[in-house]
C-alpha cells in the first residue's frame, strides 16, 4: 500500500513555497512503511520537535479499479530543512518526504454507502469537504476541497495514466498554506468535515 503525493494542489501553499502551481498534477511516492494509522489510530506523532513540519491533506484510499474506494484526513510529514537543501542542489526529495511514519492517517470512511445515500458522485460530495489541522486548540491549517488548483479525480486521471498502482494504494492530495512545525508536548488536531459540520475522520495526537 503506497502513499503516491500531490504537490502545490491549493495555490496559497504554493506561494508559501515560493513555487508556482504546476501545468499539471506531480507526485512523489512514500513506501508502504512509512504510512501509520488508518483504522489502527494512533495518539503519539514523533515530531523530533522542531524538525519536522506538518502538511495536512485529504487522503483517498483506492479500490482495485484504481477508483475512490474511502477518505481521510492525512498528514504529510516532511523534514523541511533537509527537504530544503535537497531541492537548492536539484535532488530528489526522498529523504526529507518518505521517513518511517511520515505519512499519518485518520480513520477511513468508506463512500459507497455514503454516495448512494446522498444520490450524488464522488466530485459532487468531496467538493463540499473541508480540511484543518489545529495545534494547542489553535487552527493553523484551514481549506475547502473545492479550493484546489487540480480536483482530487483531476489528480488520480493524471497519475493513473503512469503509475503502477495497487488496490489500497493511498492518494495524499495536497495541503492548503500554513504549513509548520511541530514541536514536542503539543496537542494535534487534524480534522475532514463536511460543510453541514459532519466529522468525517480525525487525527487527535500528542508531538512526542
Known sequence: MAAWCAIRTFPKHAQEMSGETPPEPVFF???DAAII?????ISEINCMDGE???EVEMVIQLDENQKPYAIAIGLDLTLR???AELKESGLPWARAKSFS?????GNWLELADKLSLLEIGFDEYVA???ISLSLDGKQVQSANISEMSYSPSQQLEKLVQWAPMCTNDTLFTGTPSGVGPLF????LVAMLQHSNGELLSIIDAVCI
Do not use: C
Not at 494509522?37 to 489510530?41: H, L, Q
Not at 511514519?101 to 492517517?105: D, E, G, K, Q, T
Open 52 to 54: 519536522i513540519h506538518h
Open 128 to 130: 463540499e469537504l473541508h
Open 101 to 105: 511514519n511520515s505519512a499519518v492517517i
Open 37 to 41: 494509522g488508518g483504522n489502527n489510530p
Open 29 to 31: 511516492l512514500k513506501p
Open 81 to 83: 530543512d533537509i527537504q
Open 184 to 187: 514536542k508536548g503539543q496537542k
